[in-house]
């Protein structure tokens, strides 16, 4: 087929397909209807007008929607972007270029007696809810790639994740893996204490401290590439102790000299990482071709309903869509909300949410003191976050000029560069977002829980910023 020839119809026919494939399900109507105004290049109120829905309903839908199509394209889909890149990938399937297939995954099917794994102990979940996409991307990658870092906000479910993933693998299937190991990075800062560990889950000879470090590498690799293995270091930015964006590792070095190890040496092998914080230099090599992938989880999106649901709460006048718009369909700050709402307002949702107020749980707190303290911040993303703050007490969304601007009248030599490259930042550590409205032009806000931090902890981050 000719990409050129694509129209809307047979567009949807394929996407729908791919969906099919990917993800077990077809797409929606008001799905459809998103996709066509993406396609059409109409704004949410023409495609509401048109449809019958409510422009509001369809806004909320549309990040689920980009961000499902992301997974199912393998490429960053917004509404501007769609068409495009439909068209690209039609034209490279004519051209005999083949989409990977995805092992589907049947999560109700899934029976965990038969795993084994060493090291720690994974999370378990008695009741999981949604990231079917993302489950099945990870399981495709990780039998494919050397090296991928799953990275978002604390509770996100980065580590409950992982756990899932090991347990939609059986070690007897010819494909997967010959042995699984769990570490928890929170336990092992250096990367001697780490290695130790894989030694014995591996049955290695004895990790000594005092041979080459490099020759003990080359032992590891060697055994990773006759048995496939897949290791999971949960929490990975625990080795984070640096004092600055340049020298992030710190006196952990070393680490940084093992990923690359790990990701240029053949092997069979798998390190499965789940982190708070991306790391540049991961990022770095997955752009230039390297064997790693870095995958942002994001929040539960629309399986959050059903969550809220599973935590005994009823939805009434719109009370869920609020609350999952609010704390970001954050799963752990979702349980940590109803939980309240139980115990405090007799499980009635409205009545809590008239006292607008914005609870941070203990485990957000704490993830984002230490990200806030610790040196992985410039002086500038300091600023921006100032800024941001005192902007966005009279409007949620900002325009980027106008931060611009702001920036500008406190600190005079700032240039756009540094800038977009601080915003950048500070949107891969799901500190700030970015949106894109109806007329293209691009929106920054602050997740409601960041800016109450931010309000309490303001003057300390300028004292900082102004320090630095
Ligand atoms: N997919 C999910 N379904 C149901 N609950 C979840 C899910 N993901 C996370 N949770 C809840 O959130 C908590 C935190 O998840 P966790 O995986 O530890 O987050 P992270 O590792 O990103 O900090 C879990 O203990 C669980 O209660
Ligand atoms: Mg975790």
Not at 8 to 20: H, K
Not at 108 to 131: A, E, N, T, W
Not at 187 to 210: A, G, M, Q, W
Not at 267 to 274: A, D, K, N, R, W
């Amino acid at each position: 087929m000719n990409s050129e020839e694509l129209g809307l119809q047979e567009a949807l026919e394929l996407v729908d397909q791919w969906l099919l494939v990917k993800d077990g399900r077809r797409l929606k109507e008001t799905e459809k209807i998103l996709f066509t105004a993406g396609w059409l290049d109409q704004g949410y109120e023409e495609a509401a007008a048109e449809s019958g829905y409510n422009t509001g309903y369809l806004q909320s839908i549309g990040p689920d929607l980009w961000r499902t199509l992301t997974y199912v394209l393998g490429e960053k889909v917004s509404k501007k972007r769609l068409k495009k890149i439909v068209e690209t990938k039609v034209s490279k399937l004519s051209h005999n270029v083949h989409f990977p297939t995805v092992v589907e995954v049947d999560l109700d099917q899934i029976d965990s007696s038969d795993l084994v794994v060493l090291g720690r102990r994974p999370p378990k979940l008695s009741h999981y809810f949604g990231y079917k996409p993302e489950l099945a991307m990870l399981r495709q990658s990780v039998l494919e790639t050397q090296c991928i870092v799953v990275v978002g906000q604390a509770g996100v479910g980065k580590s409950s994740l992982a756990s899932k993933l090991l347990e939609s693998f059986k070690l007897t299937d010819e494909e997967d893996f010959e042995m699984v190991i769990w570490e928890s990075m929170q336990v092992h800062e250096s990367l001697e204490s780490l290695l130790k560990e894989i030694f014995r889950c591996l049955n290695l000879d004895p990790y000594s401290c005092s041979k080459d470090l490099s020759f003990q590498i080359r032992e590891l690799l060697k055994t990773l590439n006759q048995k496939k293995c897949l290791i999971v270091l949960d929490g990975i930015e625990n080795i984070l102790i640096g004092d600055s964006v340049d020298n992030p590792y710190g006196r952990n070095e070393a680490y940084r000299w093992f990923f690359r190890e790990i990701i240029e040496q053949n092997h069979q092998s798998c390190f499965l990482m789940t982190s708070r914080e991306p790391f540049a230099d991961l990022s770095y090599a997955e752009e230039s071709g390297q064997s790693v992938r870095v995958i942002d989880l994001k929040g539960l999106g629309r399986d959050a309903y059903a969550f809220l649901a599973s935590q005994g709460l009823v939805d009434k006048e719109d009370g869920f869509r609020v609350l999952i718009q609010r704390y970001r369909a954050n799963p752990l700050s979702l349980k940590l909300v109803a939980n309240r709402i139980h115990k405090f307002f007799g499980g009635e949702l409205n009545r809590f949410l008239e006292c607008d107020t914005i609870l941070i749980g203990e485990p957000l707190q704490r993830a984002l003191k230490q990200q806030f303290n610790s040196g992985l911040w410039t002086a500038l993303e300091r600023s921006i976050m100032a800024v941001l703050a005192k902007l966005s007490q009279n409007t949620e969304n900002i325009l980027f000029y106008n931060a611009f601007e702001a920036l500008k009248a406190e600190k005079e030599y700032i240039s756009m560069g540094e800038f977009m490259s601080a915003v950048e930042n500070l949107c891969d550590r799901s500190l700030v977002e970015r949106t894109e409205d109806d007329a293209g032009q691009i929106m920054l806000s602050l997740q409601p829980m960041i800016k109450k931090f931010l309000y309490r902890h303001l003057s300390g981050i300028i004292q900082k910023s102004l320090a630095a």
